[in-house]
């Protein structure tokens, strides 16, 4: 049986504010869920998974506190789950071949340009992965990201230099 | 003096205080390799937000978006789990539906007692209960049936549409049990342009999927009533 969760609507929008404002982050959300995956397909369903845990979860978001580092934090976490779950080797081989076809709607330089980052972002390691995409994709504060990642500055700065540091030689001098 | 790498990354995304900088500058100014390193890392960085920036600017694709401009979101589906646990997440997701419908569907239903909710969930009463029961499919009144079919359960369920909600109800040993519920589209009493939703064409597919077979014809729905829609 398949069970169905009733989201309380406000009369006036028909929507409440939360849909509202979480509607107004999916953009974001999504640019986060590629830098993450390095995978269009899998960038989306890592947004309806995290869709799915903020609206089952939304009793525990306070109103008044920043949505976006909720969902970031939410995504990041669901991300964990997934790659955990899922065979690493596997992975790595797939996403290989996958990542070369994979592009956005956008036209073929920005695609390219895409698949070279995609690339590079793939070599790194989640821990690296995660800070790089926190501050250089979403432009978030160090402390917003080491807030989001639960990790101290040092730590978060640490990881953000060595992943850097990676890309640079990954994507050459071209960086 | 010796920069560390952390402290020259944090200086070229200006996420240094004003002293730490200044200090970070004078080394700069000493050391072109260091100053080579601060644009290195700029030039990382706007790769890196202008590869990724198309993505936030194509439009979000319908299925993530209806997530939540629908009043209704799908449960993901669960793996098998014991039966305790199970027979707790349902109730709990009962109790969670009986609390909005006081807020989605509560526009008219509570008053009217059109739903119940029972220790197994949402259960349809008076008028939907009466019309699910007896009217046939397409025949006018305040709640109006869509199509009837036998679920892959065996059991029967009909689509239903009013003005207060639409729905699929499933017959069950203890009455027309709600699987899904969302707000009415059909015009209240007293006529009134009623927007067309995406509500029929969801819950007709919710209903395809649910179908064991096709929907009942006309004969078919008049034995169901007759026999009290009691599954074979």
Redesign the interface.
């Known amino acids: 049986?398949?069970?169905?969760?009733?989201?309380?609507?406000t009369?006036k929008t028909?929507?409440a504010a939360f849909?509202t404002e979480?509607?107004a982050l999916?953009?974001?959300l999504?640019?986060f869920a590629?830098?993450l995956t390095h995978d269009g397909a899998d960038?989306?369903d890592l947004?309806?998974?995290t869709?799915?845990k903020a609206?089952l979860a939304r009793g525990s978001w306070q109103v008044g506190t920043r949505l976006d580092s909720w969902m970031y934090r939410i995504m990041r976490n669901a991300w964990i789950d997934t790659a955990r779950a899922r065979s690493r080797a596997a992975e790595t081989f797939v996403a290989e071949e996958a990542g070369l076809s994979v592009g956005?709607?956008?036209n073929a330089e920005?695609r390219v340009?895409?698949n070279?980052?995609d690339a590079a972002m793939r070599t790194l390691p989640d821990e690296q992965r995660e800070a790089?995409a926190l501050?250089?994709?979403e432009?978030l504060?160090?402390k917003e990201a080491a807030e989001i990642l639960d990790i101290p500055m040092g730590t978060l700065?640490?990881r953000?230099?060595r992943g850097?540091?990676a890309?640079?030689a990954r994507?050459g001098?071209?960086? | 003096m010796t920069i560390e790498?952390?402290l020259l990354?944090?200086y070229a995304?200006g996420?240094l205080d004003p002293l730490t900088t200044k200090r970070v500058e004078r080394a700069i100014a000493n050391d072109p390799a260091l100053a080579e390193q601060v644009a290195?890392?700029r030039?990382?960085?706007s790769?890196?937000?202008?590869?990724?920036?198309?993505?936030?600017?194509?439009p979000?694709?319908d299925?993530?978006?209806a997530?939540?401009?629908s009043?209704?979101?799908?449960?993901?589906k669960r793996p098998p789990r014991a039966r305790r646990v199970s027979a707790a997440w349902?109730s709990a997701?009962a109790m969670?539906?009986c609390?909005?419908?006081g807020?989605?569907?509560g526009?008219g239903m509570d008053r009217e007692g059109s739903v119940m909710a029972t220790d197994h969930g949402l259960y349809a009463a008076g008028s939907l209960a009466q019309a699910l029961d007896d009217q046939a499919s397409g025949a006018k009144g305040p709640v109006r049936i869509a199509v009837s079919f036998r679920a892959q359960d065996n059991g029967f369920c009909r689509v239903f549409q009013s003005a207060e909600a639409d729905g699929i109800a499933c017959r069950d040993p203890k009455g027309w049990a709600l699987?899904?519920?969302m707000?009415g589209s059909a015009p209240r009493s007293g006529g009134g342009y009623v927007q067309a939703g995406s509500s029929d064409v969801e819950l007709m597919a919710?209903a395809q999927n649910?179908m064991a077979d096709m929907p009942l014809d006309a004969a078919g729905e008049k034995k169901a009533i007759a026999s009290h829609w009691r599954a074979r």
């Not at chain 1, 049986?1 to 609507?9: C, E, G, S, T, Y």
């Not at chain 2, 009043?71 to 993901?76: D, G, Y």
Request: proline fraction near 6%; hydrophobic fraction near 50%; charge should be positive.
């Open positions: 049986m398949n069970l169905i969760r009733f989201i309380p609507a009369r028909g929507l849909e979480l509607l999916l953009p974001r999504r640019r590629r830098s960038a989306d947004c309806q998974v869709i799915e609206l956005g709607t956008g920005a340009a895409l070279e980052v790089v501050v250089l994709v432009g504060a160090y700065t640490s953000l230099v850097r540091q890309l640079m994507l001098e071209a960086a | 790498p952390e990354m944090a995304d996420a290195r890392h030039r990382l960085k790769k890196l937000s202008e590869a990724y920036a198309p993505i936030a600017d194509d979000v694709p299925r993530l978006a997530m939540l401009t009043n209704v979101v799908q449960m993901p349902q997701a969670a539906a609390l909005v419908v807020v989605v569907v526009r699987r899904r519920t707000p919710t649910m």
